[in-house]
């Protein structure tokens, strides 16, 4: 089983950085692709990015490309989301994910979620 708990969220101004965390707990981290989902009031919930198990893959969302950068440490149980260059069209709740690369998009096939950290990108 893995927990997750994310932080780093906050109010910023449109065009300001942010970098999120997910500290996980369990033995079996490193075998789980990791990935971060948003959502915002009334929509659902999207794919944002996501990194392979080992760090050498990752996948981004259209609409974040070359803003954001995922990382991992699996010597520290932690994933990290670089936000640069944030646009009020951001805001949401972030999730951080363990699950499958495979299923790395769908959040119905993540396997554990964490509470979530507001992030709210002012005009």
């Known amino acids: 089983q893995v927990q997750l708990v994310e932080s780093g969220g906050g109010l910023v101004q449109a065009g300001g950085s942010l970098r999120l965390s997910c500290a996980a707990s369990?033995?079996?981290?490193?075998?789980?692709?990791m990935a971060w989902f948003r959502q915002a009031p009334g929509k659902e919930r999207e794919f944002v990015a996501a990194?392979?198990?080992?760090?050498?893959?990752?996948d981004y969302a259209d609409s974040v490309k070359g803003r954001f950068t995922i990382s991992r440490d699996n010597a520290k149980y932690s994933v990290a989301l670089q936000m640069n260059s944030l646009k009020p069209d951001d805001t949401a709740v972030y999730y951080c994910?363990?699950?499958?690369?495979?299923?790395?998009?769908?959040?119905?096939?993540?396997?554990?979620w964490g509470q979530g950290t507001q992030v709210t990108v002012s005009s």
């Open positions: 369990g033995r079996t981290f490193s075998s789980y692709a």
């Open positions: 994910a363990a699950g499958s690369w495979s299923g790395r998009q769908n959040p119905e096939l993540s396997a554990y």
């Open positions: 990194i392979g198990g080992l760090g050498r893959s990752t």
